[in-house]
């Protein structure tokens, strides 16, 4: 069965950094685009980011493009998300989510998520 | 950029229909997809590209899609779907996913 299982978040301050993992088993990695979503406290879903499935295209939400960095390495079945310059703002739990094979466009497997917390 | 408003609350007694709405400018020239997410987990896909239904999701949940409005319906409605929803549409011309607000959903 598909499992995606998020790892890496915790307690950071503002301007730190902070690598978000993300282990993919159960289907073959390499096919799927894949996405992080994130979500504030008390908040809805926010996109953040997709790669496509060879890494030739990624995209990044106007709220973290230029600070944020999403890859993967197929060999591993791992995605991440190196994460740098972080606000309070960007405190939430994230999620890695699996895309289609021709594009990100919808989520149908979910992980548990890794909660970010910036504060000083 | 694109923008998805979905009303804050809908509430329903049990055994009756749920309907709630996305709005979106023509979102009916878009796949609109839904996610029910129960307090403490991880959003689930209840319907995909308007209508369909992946495995394992019940058919008391259907969804329809024309003009301005996008709507996921529960019929039949049980305790047990009392959760937050969110519709989601991918944004070509900007290349970024787009969720909606979200929708509480209580079982009266």
């Known amino acids: 069965q598909v499992q995606l299982v998020e790892s890496g978040g915790g307690l950071v301050k503002p301007g730190g950094s902070l690598r978000l993992s993300c282990a993919a088993s159960?289907?073959?990695?390499?096919?799927?685009?894949m996405s992080w979503i994130r979500q504030a406290p008390g908040k809805g879903l926010e996109w953040v980011s997709y790669?496509?499935?060879?890494?030739?295209?990624?995209n990044y939400a106007d709220s973290v493009k230029g600070r944020f960095t999403i890859s993967r390495d197929n060999a591993k079945n791992s995605l991440y998300l190196q994460m740098n310059s972080l606000r309070a703002e960007d405190t939430a739990v994230y999620y890695c989510?699996?895309?289609?094979?021709?594009?990100?466009?919808?989520?149908?497997?979910w992980g548990q998520g890794t909660l970010v917390t910036v504060s000083s | 950029s694109y923008v998805l408003t979905q009303p804050p609350s809908v509430s329903v007694a049990p055994g009756k229909t749920a309907r709630i709405t996305c709005g979106g400018n023509?979102?009916?020239?878009?796949?609109v997809h839904w996610y029910q997410q129960k307090p403490g987990q991880a959003p689930v896909l209840v319907i995909y590209?308007?209508?369909d239904r992946p495995s394992g999701i019940p058919e008391r949940f259907s969804g329809s899609n024309s003009g301005n409005t996008a709507t996921l319906t529960i019929s039949r409605v049980e305790a047990g779907d009392e959760a937050d929803y969110y519709c989601?549409?991918?944004?070509?011309?900007?290349?970024?996913?787009?969720f909606g607000g979200g929708t509480k959903l209580t079982v009266l």
């Open positions: 989510a699996r895309g289609g094979i021709v594009g990100a466009i919808v989520f149908d497997y």
């Open positions: 159960g289907f073959t990695f390499s096919d799927y685009y």
């Open positions: 790669i496509s499935s060879s890494s030739s295209n990624t």
């Open positions: 023509n979102i009916g020239s878009k796949s």
């Open positions: 590209y308007d209508s």
């Open positions: 989601q549409v991918w944004d070509t011309s900007s290349d970024h996913g787009v």
